[in-house]
């Protein structure tokens, strides 16, 4: 079964700091990996996804890498910002696509 | 309208009601998922729904019930709920057999069974 692990569980740092938030898994055989954002009360904002044969994904001021020999993936933020301010969720998909497996997610503070 | 939504965005019930919770997506996604988010816990996958079928079913107790007319709609019809119950629900959709497609979800509906 599996196991999905986000550290540090909870994030405060000040404007513009760049900063990595970290999620492993227990099982490599994934189909990909995804990033969520969510803002108090309201539903999951995909960041950015990666496939199983990819190595990163960028979007903008993110960048998301996959080792899945390891385990790891992890999100990088640059030059932060209060509007960064959320819960980021990693989840993992299994092989046949249809099962996503979420870590309990870190809460991020950005403070002006 | 785009994307995945969910009606209603707030819902309170005694436990002896019946509701229903709605979901659309507008997406041509093939599969639908129902998950709830308790507060200070991951998010639990409840029920999968593949090509309109169920294929997968967690345990979930009978009081929720759920309903995939189409590939396009989910219904999670609730009767008889606890105050245990209390969560947000959130539905999404994906393209099964398309590792570049991800998830997306709906905004969730805020259930409080008092």
């Known amino acids: 079964k599996q196991e999905v692990t986000q550290i540090p569980a909870a994030l405060s740092v000040p404007e513009g700091e760049n900063l990595v938030l970290n999620c492993s898994f227990t099982d490599s055989a994934i189909y990909n990996l995804q990033w969520f954002r969510q803002d108090p009360g309201k539903g999951l904002t995909s960041l950015l996804l990666?496939?199983?044969?990819?190595r990163e994904q960028t979007s903008g001021r993110l960048n998301a890498s996959l080792d899945k020999s390891s385990g790891r993936s992890t999100l990088y933020i640059a030059a932060s910002q209060p509007g960064d301010s959320a819960t980021y969720l990693c989840?993992?998909?299994?092989?046949?696509?249809?099962?996503?497996?979420f870590g309990e997610g870190t809460q991020l503070t950005v403070n002006p | 309208e785009t994307g995945v939504t969910q009606t209603p965005r707030h819902l309170v019930m005694g436990m002896t009601n019946k509701k229903s919770l709605k979901c659309e997506q507008h997406l041509g996604h093939n599969a639908m998922y129902w998950y709830k988010q308790s507060a200070k816990k991951p998010l639990e996958l409840m029920f999968v729904y593949s090509l309109e079928e169920r294929v997968e079913n967690n345990s979930v107790p009978s009081r929720f019930s759920p309903e995939c007319p189409n590939s396009s709609h989910l219904f999670l019809h609730l009767h008889t709920l606890q105050p245990e119950d209390s969560a947000l629900y959130l539905c999404?959709?994906?393209?099964?057999?398309?590792?570049?497609?991800?998830?997306?979800f709906g905004s969730g509906t805020r259930l409080t069974v008092v």
């Open positions: 989840a993992a998909t299994e092989t046949s696509g249809s099962r996503l497996t």
């Open positions: 990666i496939q199983s044969s990819q």
């Open positions: 999404a959709s994906s393209q099964v057999g398309f590792a570049g497609y991800g998830y997306t």
